[in-house]
């Protein structure tokens, strides 16, 4: 196919219009075209009073080389097939392949280990989707909050009760295999050409599920409720793993994809002398407007013509510390996303309509090893969970919220917050500072009103805080070496997230895959 890049359209322009421009691209007639696949789709909304679509396409045509041959503009090539390719061979283990963790990590490694013929045991701690969706529901409206089967742990891991945002800053072939699997499983086709693909929580659901029905199609097996709670590793290679009902399963291959929660996972491994280091993360609050008032704030008086806009600020404080936003929701809810008893943490999630009244972000502060006092590899993970527990206890226990105006924050007004808080189930107005030590709030102190000067509004004082986002990446990295495998034991793949190796639904999915290939290639016959 021939590829027709840089296609400028109004924001409502149709299909057909599209095809116009690019046939006029390619100085043919619209009717030459034989079929045409969008394979971008981006929005330049740098001229608020001329905000504009634009598209790569990609076009199939009658006579391709004369086509190409008669073309002047550095906006048309051929199309680079960028299509994934599954290893391809026989590869046989001693004992099926074991997968820990549901999450997109551990799906995409399984999927593929099932793709290639190695039908992998999935263990997940949690629950299936629907019983994970009853017992978050009854954590939201209730406060009862089940540390097996909750935001954190269940089938599709953190990212199911997500905005399921698909943005990513990997570049690898791979992250197309992931969307177009999702696309299989149910997901809307427009995450394979939109700039800022999401998915919705909504729709997550069913995708997730759509995977695992896969996974068991292709002999592959999930268990859930399947705790593992020791990794069996002799002369340096891993021999099984035994799960919390005392149950063994032998095997020479697991994928270790337990996510940024799994405090009590990384206690064992602690415990069993793995190769651990600290790991840099940021921590900090949710921060709530009017999603109109972003909206006008991005798009003036075109934002009722386009979809919920979202923003991305940073700021280096004057020490020298990084404050910035992160997993922006449009539309979108402050939500409970602890897992652990008396200690708080929150995050944040939309629907696919991303059609809720406010717009909320996180916004955080950068913190390295050098702030947690000592060098045990999981004094991050303990610091974590020390500003949770003030949380906790702040809010009054039940997982009420602590919450407070910008301007209470800031120190520049008195007044409650006037954009209501989604957070459920409850919420308390505290001084927020009583959380954080004192470099985390003088940091977000700094940054607000700068970040007002980058958004209007931003920093207006009737704004919500609600704390404490404390989840945002692992404070742990399991150490593996260039083949994948951990310092610690042969055939254990430290993967994704929690491992300290990816971020974001899209790189752990990536990080997945990638320990299957190696799996797979050892395995070779
Ligand atoms: C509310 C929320 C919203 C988010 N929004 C987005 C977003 O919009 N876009 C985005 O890219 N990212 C988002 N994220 C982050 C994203 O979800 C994670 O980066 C991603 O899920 C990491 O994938 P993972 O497979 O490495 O780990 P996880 O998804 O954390 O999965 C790990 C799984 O392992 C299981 N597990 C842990 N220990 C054990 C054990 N001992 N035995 C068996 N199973 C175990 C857990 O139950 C869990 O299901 C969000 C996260 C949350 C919590």
Same mark, same amino acid.
């Given at each position: 196919m021939i590829r027709v890049t840089d296609l400028k359209m109004p924001v409502n322009g149709t299909e057909e219009q599209l095809k116009k421009k690019a046939a006029k691209a390619l100085g043919i007639y619209v009717e030459e075209i034989l079929q045409m696949q969008i394979f971008r789709r981006s929005l330049d909304a740098r001229k608020k009073d001329q905000i504009l679509s634009v598209y790569v396409v990609d076009v199939e045509v009658a006579n391709e080389k004369k086509t190409l041959s008669k073309v002047k503009g550095n906006n048309v090539s051929i199309t680079p097939d960028l299509s994934y390719v599954l290893p391809q061979g026989k590869a046989e283990c001693k004992n099926r392949p074991v997968v820990v963790g549901f999450g997109p990590g551990g799906m995409f490694a399984a999927l593929l280990m099932a793709q290639m013929g190695l039908a992998p045991i999935v263990l997940e701690r949690g629950g299936d989707v629907e019983t994970r969706k009853k017992a978050v529901s009854l954590f939201w409206e209730? &406060?009862?909050?089940?540390t097996e089967n909750n935001v954190q742990f269940g089938e599709g891991g953190a990212g199911t009760f997500s905005d399921g945002k698909l943005t990513t800053r990997i570049k690898d072939p791979r992250c197309r295999k992931v969307l177009e699997e999702m696309v299989e499983a &149910?997901?809307?086709?427009?995450i394979l050409y939109d700039a800022k693909p999401h998915i919705g929580t909504d729709l997550l659901r069913g995708v997730v599920k759509g995977i695992r029905e896969k996974i068991l199609a292709l002999g592959g097996e999930v268990r859930f409720f399947a705790k593992v709670t020791d990794i069996l590793v002799e002369n340096g290679r891993v021999q099984g793993v035994v799960l919390a009902d005392g149950e063994k399963i032998e095997t020479n291959d697991v994928v270790l994809a337990i996510g940024h929660s799994a405090r009590d996972t990384f206690e064992m491994l602690y415990q069993k002398g793995a190769s651990l280091e600290q790991k840099p993360f940021a921590m900090g609050v949710r921060i709530e407007h009017p999603q109109k008032m972003i909206d006008v704030a991005q798009f003036g008086d075109a934002a009722e013509k386009l979809p919920p806009a979202d923003y991305r600020l940073t700021y280096t404080t004057k020490k020298g510390r990084g404050v910035y936003t992160f997993c922006m929701c449009p539309g979108g809810y402050v939500v409970a996303a602890s897992s652990e008893e008396g200690r708080l943490a929150i995050n944040g999630m939309s629907e696919h309509a991303r059609d809720g009244e406010n717009g909320n972000s996180a916004l955080l502060v950068q913190v390295f090893p050098k702030d947690f006092g000592s060098d045990h590899p999981l004094e991050g993970m303990y610091f974590q969970r020390q500003l949770e527990e003030k949380a906790f206890a702040l809010g009054g226990g039940s997982y009420t919220a602590p919450i407070q105006s910008v301007g209470g924050f800031l120190g520049t007004s008195k007044e409650s917050p006037k954009v209501s808080p989604t957070y459920r189930p409850k919420t308390k107005e505290v001084d927020l500072a009583e959380i954080f030590p004192g470099f985390m709030t003088e940091a977000m102190r700094e940054a607000i009103p700068e970040m007002g000067k980058k958004l209007k509004g931003f920093d207006r004082g009737d704004a919500v805080l609600t704390a404490v986002? +404390?989840?945002? +990446?692992?404070?742990v990295r399991i150490l593996r070496g260039e083949d994948g495998e951990s310092l610690w034991a042969k055939g254990l793949y430290p993967t994704g997230e929690g491992a300290g190796y990816a971020g974001g639904i899209v790189s752990a999915a990536v990080d997945g895959i990638l320990a299957a290939e190696k799996i797979f290639q050892k395995n070779l016959k």
């Open positions: 209730e &406060g009862i909050l089940d &149910g997901a809307p086709k427009e986002e +404390s989840r945002t +990446s692992s404070a």
